[in-house]
């Protein structure tokens, strides 16, 4: 079973940066879509970031020039870069990956959360 394995959420202080990455755990023979997610406590689960076959980038307004979102050359790996963070920031980030597996199928698969604190 293919899961995808996230890394660099945290505790940082109002403008400070992180960045946060996702791999999956096996092999992925296509990917669609694939992105990063967030919920804050109370609220739904968002869309932050997402790179779209054919490399569409759509970013969310609340954090468009703060965050960037890139991908490795496998199309397999996400990254998220986040700068000048704000405690409105704060939640628990997933990636995301709309893609085939082998032998499986398309599958949406999500990473296990990440969370990250932004103290004012």
């Known amino acids: 079973q293919v899961r995808l394995v996230e890394s660099g959420g945290g505790l940082v202080q109002a403008g400070g940066s992180l960045r946060l990455s996702c791999a999956p755990s096996?092999?992925?023979?296509?990917?669609?879509?694939m992105g990063w997610y967030r919920q804050a406590p109370g609220k739904q689960r968002e869309l932050v970031a997402e790179?779209?076959?054919?490399?569409?980038?759509n970013i969310i307004d609340a954090v468009k020039g703060r965050f960037s979102i890139s991908r490795d050359n496998t199309f397999t790996r996400v990254f998220l870069q986040m700068s000048s963070l704000k405690p409105e920031d704060t939640a628990v980030y997933f990636c995301?990956?709309?893609?085939?597996?082998?032998?499986?199928?398309?599958?949406?698969?999500w990473g296990q959360g990440t969370q990250v604190t932004v103290s004012s």
């Open positions: 790179i779209k076959s054919g490399n569409t980038v």
């Open positions: 995301h990956l709309d893609a085939s597996i082998p032998g499986v199928g398309r599958r949406d698969l």
């Open positions: 096996g092999r992925i023979s296509l990917t669609y879509n």
